[in-house]
């Protein structure tokens, strides 16, 4: 009841700043939208020819690419019973146009790219294999994953727990991957979800930079995300019914942790998570709804974000991303 209270106050709120209803609900995207965050910048395919693909033949055929290609993906492309991945090369945009556009079954794999847009798919239930991730960005540099849906049909519960190994994550940015924004996805219902730095041996991964904004984590045991080494930068996500932990920074990561909230999170956050460094975490203005308590052992300091960027107020994350977040919106296409 007091939650139901509190939803209804944030709604009253949104109202009385200017916010209707229509223009919550009514999320258009266009290629002509930018990332922000360390993701800034990336262009994709722009410039290059606009195709349009319903199978995975054709999707893998101009997103290997080398030239430049807007890739329009239409309806969903199953590939349910086969072990595969869709290899992205460099300087692509590849946008659902349909409501339900996205893949089953394999996973995207950029490895050694630049200038990815990933935008409005929904990938679902990859095929089982430890090593096996929704998305992989793997030594790549200037990508941005937005308004996706990225989940399995797993169920995420202690009794299950021997099941956390059949695959790996919903998204991984490892060996040095940088200039990434995450921005407006859902991940959901994964034992593993997101992790920056592949192990505590890959020092490359000190270069990586990645933002995340406006994501939904929810019904996940851990890496929301889990950083080793790097810089990341995390700021008005939604995470809801986390078993294990939500944020955890490792072997000297710097994460910068704001304006989120966290609903039923067993460890919201910490910097200390099995790995022989530390990390360092800065935090302020989180919201926390029937939490455990943080465990910071080393407090960041003295780091400015390096690029611009607005705050949404933790209390009202909640709504905005269930409205506005993951696949499935319209396109406004030239």
């Known amino acids: 009841m007091k939650k139901l209270f509190i939803l209804l106050l944030i709604f ?44 995975i033949n054709d999707f893998k055929k101009y997103a290997q690419d080398k030239d430049p290609y807007i890739i329009l993906v239409k309806g969903v492309i199953d590939t349910s019973g086969e072990k595969g991945q869709v290899t992205i090369e460099s300087n692509k945009t590849i946008i659902g146009i349909t409501e339900n556009a996205g893949i089953v079954g394999w996973g995207l794999y950029l490895k050694g790219a630049s200038n990815v847009i990933i935008r409005n798919l929904t990938i679902k239930n990859t095929f089982e294999d430890p090593k096996n991730d929704a998305i992989t960005v793997e030594s790549s540099k200037n990508v941005w994953i937005d308004h996706c849906t990225l989940s399995s049909d797993r169920v995420v519960v202690p009794e ?12 991984d940015i490892v060996k040095g991957s940088q ?34 904004h406006h994501n939904i984590f929810r019904n996940t045991n851990s890496r929301n995300p889990s950083v080793r080494f790097g810089t990341v930068h995390i ?88 409205n506005g977040a993951g696949a499935g919106k319209k396109v406004l296409l030239p």
């Open 235 to 322: 700021f008005n996500n939604y995470y809801q019914n986390i078993l294990l932990y939500g944020i955890a920074s490792r072997m000297g990561a710097k994460v910068i942790v704001e304006n989120n909230y966290f609903e039923n999170v067993k460890l919201p956050m910490t910097t200390q998570f099995e790995s022989p460094q530390d990390g360092y975490i800065k935090e302020s203005n989180n919201f926390y709804w029937e939490c455990g308590e943080n465990n910071i052992t080393q407090e960041l300091k003295d780091f400015n974000i390096p690029y611009e960027y607005e705050l949404d107020d933790p209390d009202v994350v909640p709504y905005l991303l269930e």
């Open 179 to 212: 200039g990434v924004t995450v921005s407006w996805n859902i991940f959901e219902n994964s034992w593993k979800c997101s992790q920056v730095g592949s192990s505590d041996s890959s020092t490359v991964d000190v270069d990586a930079r990645v933002t995340y």
């Open 160 to 171: 299950r727990e021997k099941e956390k190994d059949k695959v790996d994550a919903l998204l």
């Open 12 to 55: 009253g709120l949104l109202m009385s700043f200017g916010f209707s209803q229509e223009n919550i609900d009514e999320t258009v995207l266009t290629l002509n939208d930018k990332a922000v965050g360390f993701g800034s910048g990336t262009t994709g395919g722009q410039g290059g020819k606009i195709v349009t693909v319903d199978n």
